[in-house]
């Protein structure tokens, strides 16, 4: 069952998930795939040496998928600016056949509202990405059609206030009336149903897409997202200001230690942070500590590299079951008496190595939990805190029966034992 919000409609895409723009890994390989895999993805357009490469870049994701895609224009601070004009005149003139849909846009005020009413007139759907409410309003005033929020938990540039997502989501969807997506730290299913109970359209990821066999990054780095947790991520730039959350390596620290020596000289750090650094670690060493690069906490929740097509199925499984799963919660009053009801609880154990053995299968996997939430004969349950195994409440024995003749997680080997009980609830 598809998750259908104001942001799916506006696209025309199958799912709420947007690949946001990231330098040096937004190229039409990752754009096309994400597309292709029911979200959209984002060509960044100031990766390319440019306007006539991202022209370039543009029709070669056309040549890749025939489904939607967006572009990212992020306006930054810079030594010598790039000529934003001719890179928007591509955009525009790449736009004509209505494939490329989404125009993220990024950065300062000052100067971008030209370049908006350009996209709309044109008739892109433009989303403006926000560190800070005040900043979205400033937005919607400008005529943007939708706002992505940046909590400060982002990879890049969080902003100068450092106001996570779970207050920066809540306020946003009181005080902005035109359209919101959650972003920065967002890599889970249950993440998505919580920033779509908090008000959002659906979410944009970067870090999280990195990890995927469609990036087009090296491996090392790859493998350096799967090994990180929520911890190997630090900031940096913060004395010029200019912060920006890269990933935590030798090199993060040299800038934070020049930074702390020479505070608001751009110039004592300009030798670390320059753009070409960061292209040769992505694209050419694979070497982590060889300069800075954007990554988020959301590393912690990053266990494996996978396709595209299956993070995205994943995500939105989870999702459906959440948001299944908690509906339960809501009942009618009643006077009635509370009585005790028959239900029956399935037990797995998983084997030792079950992050492995369930990846190719964890699609599949949700896809039946989603099934028999939508029948109503899945009550509630889920994988244990330590991964030993899960513990699956049903409503009748034949259901949980037929479930774990279909499960994959059963017919693939990830369960080792499993056992049905009696398990009586007051209803």
């Known amino acids: ?49 440019s306007a006539e490469a991202l022209q370039e870049e543009i029709r070669k994701t056309k040549s890749l998928t025939s489904k939607p895609f967006g572009v990212n224009l992020t306006l930054l601070p810079a030594l ?12 525009e003139e790449e736009m004509k056949t209505g494939q490329l849909r989404l125009i993220e846009t990024a950065g300062h005020f000052k100067g971008l509202q030209p370049f908006v009413q350009q996209f709309k007139n044109a008739g892109a759907v433009v989303i403006h990405k926000c560190v800070q409410v005040r900043h979205a309003k400033s937005a919607q005033k400008m005529g943007v059609d939708m706002v992505s929020m940046d909590g400060f938990d982002c990879a890049g540039h969080p902003g100068e206030m450092d106001v996570g997502n779970w207050v920066l989501l809540a306020k946003a969807a009181q005080e902005i009336d035109i359209p919101i997506v959650a972003s920065g730290g967002c890599g889970t299913g249950r ?13 944009n990821m970067g870090t999280r897409f990195m990890a995927t066999t469609e990036a087009p990054i090296h491996d090392n780095i790859k493998k350096a997202l799967c090994d990180a947790d929520e911890n190997s991520s630090t900031l940096v730039m913060r004395s010029i200001p200019n912060t920006e ?3 935590l390596n030798a090199t993060a620290r040299e800038v934070q230690r020049r930074e702390a020596e020479s505070p608001g000289d751009f110039s004592a750090i300009a030798d670390l942070v320059r753009g070409d650094n960061y292209r040769k670690v992505f694209q050419e060493t694979g070497n982590v500590d060889d300069g800075v690069w954007s990554a988020g906490p959301v ?48 037990t797995y154990k998983y084997v030792d190595d079950v ?19 939508a029948r109503g ?16 409440v049903f409503r009748s024995a034949e259901a949980a029966a037929e ?5 994959p997680y059963v017919a693939s080997g990830v369960v080792s034992h499993h056992s049905c009980s009696e398990w009586s609830v007051v209803v």
């Not at 004969?377 to 699956?392: E, N, R, T």
């Not at 479930?403 to 499960?407: G, K, L, N, P, S």
């Open 1 to 49: 069952m598809p998750l259908v919000t104001r942001l799916t409609k506006m696209l025309g895409i199958k799912h709420p998930i947007i690949q946001g723009g990231m330098h040096y890994v937004g190229y039409a390989p990752l754009a096309a795939a994400v597309s292709d895999a029911g979200g959209i993805g984002l060509v960044t357009a100031l990766t390319q040496p």
């Open 191 to 203: 993440q998505l149903a919580a920033a779509l109970v908090l008000g959002c359209e659906g979410i």
């Open 377 to 392: 004969d899945l009550v509630s349950g889920g994988p244990l805190a330590d991964l030993s195994g899960a513990h699956i």
């Open 80 to 91: 010598q600016p790039p000529n934003y004009q001719e890179y928007a005149d591509v955009v």
């Open 403 to 407: 479930f774990v003749a279909r499960d």
């Open 245 to 247: 959350r890269v990933f």
């Open 299 to 346: 590393m912690g929740l990053i266990d494996s590299v996978v396709s595209c097509e299956e993070l995205v199925s994943t995500i939105v499984a989870e999702a459906e079951q959440a948001l299944t799963e908690k509906s339960c919660l809501v009942v009618p009053d009643s006077e009635a008496p509370p009585t005790p009801t028959p239900h029956f609880m399935v």
């Open 355 to 373: 992050l492995e053995k369930r990846a190719p299968v964890r699609a599949a996997h949700f896809e039946v939990v989603a099934e028999f939430k």
